[in-house]
């Protein structure tokens, strides 16, 4: 049985493998536009003597994709999302074989099966591997058989990681030792001759750093004029989008709020129930359907609208009333006809009939972000404002059809556009589904240009100050350059274990090309160590480090005994609206390092950071002994990282900041473990159903009103240890069955809880 490495071979990289030399993980690949050569990709087959060694290499085909889609990704070139202009090559291999290669493109953040290549690989290249060839490249054409698929659009996957063939360690060493023997020589070389040189390194000194200097500052301010000004545009677009984003997805939740409340007010016959929901929300002004007309007549007396201009409001709105017949959403600005800034939603119901809830704005405002460099405002999809800006405008009903943000919106009919006005605005708007309307977000770039003039004026001054110091320092020291030389050139044995980024190149041979050749002896030092913890920086713990470097982990998967736990921060999108940019991020970073020292203290490992949610594992990479005492460690962890919180906001509340609330979803299973990622990045983590299940229960916190839940897989590992309430089991169409949840309350024994 041949030992396969089955992978594709691309303009930008030697070699790309889909599967491992087992043939045990499918692998997955995105391929770009610019990697296709005429709408073709060989596909090889490497019979491998090691799993690092290539000993022969088949060509088994080559995947052939149309033109037609060539030219859909291109379309999607500029896409911030490289998804979007991507195809996606995945593999398998089974024990008898048969080589199974998917080829899908991109749609919507979406795969769709494009082609399925098919082929007898192991049994082809045994029956050529017996033939005396001289030739390793050996081609066998097209596959042998291609099947065209036409199935729905699958969900989105993550990548997994990509191997680039490299050479054995065994050569590597061998070359970097020769390097060095050669590096020896030639230092001890160039000193010889520098001794008796007789030029004078002090002339050389003053007129090369001083010819430097110039050259550096020069070239400094003009790659400032170039770029900083654009880098400080590019961010304040970029944030732009974000706030854009936050505002949209808070009134896709605030539309889903008011059908929540209307649907409830609907089934609502009492009147005293009724005048008690008005009561109780101020902002729902009235509710007209063909069955019901209900008022909240506190409102109507104390603002003298009278109910006849409800119906006014409907009335001149009939064609958006009538688009709820048949089951769109709308929303429409009637402040202009009741005299409050007021919207009404005209809600789909049963039987192509509506209801119309009439509502105030001010929950709308809130949400809009104004200030002097950033605004956001609502339109719909005929440009009349709902929200935003001006209340006046609001109160008047204006139409900002001549606001080029809103003319867009209105040409382009694009759920998501950006558009820079003179460049000295910038705008971003996207289209709220569940409404039929848009968030529009502007920023003022000028800004930006300020900025990029006041430090370019701090960096001139500053060049100026370094020169002219630099030029007394050159003049009363360059007649002793040749003693500080040598002094430099000891000192750059010791810098060469130190942290020092330095890299100079210099082909004289005097006292500074001494100086030089130290100076690059220090820098492959510095090489060599940056080097390896390139190779290992990717994992998170020192563990790792120590793991990986015995041989003692193994990062092409396997499947292990963990404990999961999700930490989460309830709120926060509520929460970091209440801190600066800058504050936010100390924040969070302070938060983090509760956690860090927690869960490192309980023997956890932290897998990874996703905003403001952390995954932690036990009994991955590593175990305390015993998956049950990992499940232990894991629900200690928990509890004490519950008080360390309690902790953590007093001090909030000493500097006048919110309090923070979190919640912990724990599960225990096996899961498979490895290294996932690609080329540029990857990292060790555990993947599989036990820490989806685990994410779920840490989200459920919120509505149980809990800080921790279990499954019934870690309460099974320690409940005689802790007290527990259960909760409503999870179910959902992920998982194949229901899973008991218990919220742990405390230790059964309350003294080590304190402890």
Known sequence: MIQPIVGIKLKSKRFVSLLNAKGQIAKHVFVYRDDFDGGKIPVFLCKMQTEAKIQKIFKIGQIEVPENYLQQISTNADCEDAKKNSIRISTTLNDEGMLAINVAISQNKKYKPLKLYQTNVISEIEAQDYQDLQNSLLDYGDFVKCISTDAELLPEEDISKNEILKETNSKVKIEKKKKKENTSDEYYELAEKAEESKTSVAGKLVVSVMLVLFIVAASIILIFRNNFKSNLIEKEKLFTNIINERVVNEMNSEIDELKARAALLLKMKDSEIVNSFFSNNKDIIALISDETELFNYEYLYANGVKEEKFFEAVKVNKQSASRAKYGKTVIKNVSHILGHRTAVLFIPLENRKYCSLFFTVDKFDDICLSNVDYVSYIVDKKGFIISGIDPQLVLTNQNLCNDPMVAAYLKNNEEKFELTIDDSIYGYFAEVSNGEFAVVTTCSLSGSSKKAMHISREIICLVIAIVLLAMIIIWFIGKRISVCAKALTEATKKISHGDFNINLKNSSHDELGTLTRSFDNMAKSLMVRDNAKRALG??????????????????????????????????????????????????????????????????????????????????????????????????????KLRKAIIDFNVELEAAGKPPVTIGCGINTGSVVAGEIGCDEFSSYTCIGPIVSIASMAEKLNKKYESTILITENTYNLVKEFVKIEEKTPLTSRDIEKTIKLFAVTGLSNEDKDEE
Do not use: C, H
């Not at 956690?595 to 590593?622: F, L, S």
């Not at 005492?629 to 509890?639: F, H, K, T």
């Open 538 to 639: 990717r994992f998170a713990s020192p563990l790792l480090e120590e793991k990986v470097q015995n041989g003692e982990l193994k990062l092409d998967g396997e499947n292990k005994f963990s404990t999961v736990m999700f930490i989460g921060i309830r709120n926060f999108n509520n929460l970091s609206k209440r801190f600066r940019s800058e504050e936010l991020l100390e924040f969070l970073n302070n938060y983090y390092d509760v956690i860090k020292n927690n869960v490192i203290k309980n023997g956890g490992y932290i897998d990874k950071v996703m905003g403001d949610t952390v995954m932690t594992t036990w009994g991955t990479p590593v175990s305390s002994g015993t998956p049950k005492q990992d499940a232990v460690n894991a629900v200690m962890s928990a509890l």
